[in-house]
């Protein structure tokens, strides 16, 4: 048991070195290069809505409203902090699936991210 | 209070025991704040920029109280840049009342993203009213990203589960309810099963003559379920207080005055101290409405008046802050 957790964390670290060598190149692709799909927040709606990404895709909400807003999932796996006007909050999705979100703030407020 | 005043309160027209002249009134409604008094058994509402021409005389009751809402402290984008000021404004007009309130009702929405700087900001601010109880109830605004945690440490001392609690004034009895908590996608207020189960044995001693007050965030009858502005089970809470001849309902969350009177019920949404919202359905979305700094004032001092004698609304008046 002892040696799989070893195994693993030996594993992490080995990805954690990789990436970080990806992000000081200036030609290195990494996960996090690829550019992040954008959904803006504004007028208490999100858009675009639905949104359809392949696996590996980062999302990234703006809010654009004089109103803080955040965005939760309805499972609760991710959970921005309240967004003031012009922050942002990026997700990787790494798993298929349809996740349903909304604001928790202004719970009529929500969205759609299918993963594929 | 006058004695003859006193005699027509009790007088039972219906002889059912409802003492349908002992319904709260609470009907005149200023831009930053109320000014209820109870006379008698009814409540009387006056706008607070109305208040100048009001005698003492005519002010003094059993039981006189402010409510403020949605102070928003910690915004500063042009619809007010200074929200602060307007509070203060809102708090020197309830200290320049002839006859001074009991106490503050404070509908929520006392921060803008409940930092605690801005909680103390209004605590401080409030230190200046000459009212020195103050009741919340927190908006949707005061329990951003820790589930309430910070507004229960600060103000719900006394309170149970969320923040609810009920307290008793000159034989009125308030109830302090909590519908921003647990919110679902795609859903409205909500006060839950174990706030609703606790309402229900709160008032289960009460005599049905009983003055009640329920005051909550976000409104308790459905005001504009497109923008939210409503409570997923308002209708089992005041289903609740059936059995009570006088109802009165004190919201805020829509920065702007609106009555409606339902059979014993009366419900009224008070105006913020902060900046004023768009009438429902009036711009694409609920968010704060900019209006020229000079009108700003005049703008949150709009408010409507509502007389009513017995169950029978007689009118509304506006009135502005200046
Ligand atoms: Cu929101």
Redesign the pocket.
């Given at each position: 048991m002892k040696r799989t957790v070893l195994t693993l964390g030996v594993a992490t670290l080995a990805i954690l070195i990789i990436m970080m060598a990806g992000r000081s190149t200036t030609f290195g692709s990494t996960m996090e290069d690829k550019p992040a799909t954008q959904v803006k927040i504004d007028n208490?709606v999100f858009s675009p809505n639905p949104v359809t990404v392949p696996v590996g895709s980062t999302i990234r909400w703006t809010n654009q409203d004089d109103?803080p807003?955040?965005v939760v999932s309805d499972d609760k796996s991710f959970k921005s902090k309240a967004l003031d006007t012009d922050e942002t909050f990026t997700y990787t999705f790494t798993k298929p699936g349809t996740y349903t979100y909304f604001?928790s703030?202004?719970p009529k407020?929500t969205g759609k991210i299918v993963v594929q | 209070m006058a004695d003859k005043t006193k005699d027509e309160i009790l007088h039972d027209h219906n002889h059912d025991g409802i003492d349908r002249r002992g319904f709260l009134k609470c009907m005149a409604w200023a831009g930053t704040g109320a000014f209820c008094v109870m006379q008698g058994g009814v409540l009387k509402s006056y706008s607070l920029s109305g208040l100048a021409g009001s005698s003492a005389k005519e002010m003094k009751g059993e039981l006189s109280f402010v409510q403020i809402s949605d102070s928003h402290m910690g915004f500063n984008k042009p619809a007010n840049t200074d929200v602060a000021g307007t509070l203060k404004a809102a708090i020197d007009k309830i200290n320049a009342l002839p006859t001074q309130p009991s106490f503050i009702l404070h509908t929520g929405d006392i921060t803008h993203l409940s930092k605690p700087e801005e909680f103390d900001g209004v605590d401080q601010l409030l230190k200046g009213a000459s009212a020195k109880d103050v009741f919340y109830v927190p908006g949707e605004h005061d329990v951003i990203g820790d589930d309430g945690k910070q507004y229960l440490e600060r103000y719900g001392k006394n309170a149970k589960g969320a923040g609810w609690y009920s307290f008793d004034q000159k034989g009125v009895h308030f109830i302090g309810l909590v519908n921003v908590m647990n919110l679902k996608a795609g859903g409205l207020g909500s006060l839950g099963t174990e706030q609703l189960e606790w309402m229900e044995s709160d008032v289960k001693h009460l005599s049905k003559s009983t003055p009640i007050v329920v005051f909550a965030h976000i409104p308790l009858w459905s005001v504009y379920p497109e923008w939210g502005w409503g409570t997923d089970d308002s209708a089992q809470a005041l289903g609740r207080l059936k059995k009570f001849g006088s109802v009165t309902v004190l919201n805020g969350h829509i920065h702007q005055t609106m009555q409606k009177i339902e059979g014993n019920v009366t419900f009224h949404t008070a105006a913020s101290t902060a900046f004023p919202q768009p009438k429902p359905g009036a711009a694409p979305s609920p968010g704060p409405m900019k209006v020229p700094a000079e009108q700003l004032k005049s703008v949150l001092g709009i408010r409507d008046v509502n007389y009513v004698q017995g169950k029978h609304a007689l009118g509304v008046t506006d009135s502005s802050l200046e």
């Open positions: 208490f109103i807003h955040n604001c703030i202004h407020m | -």
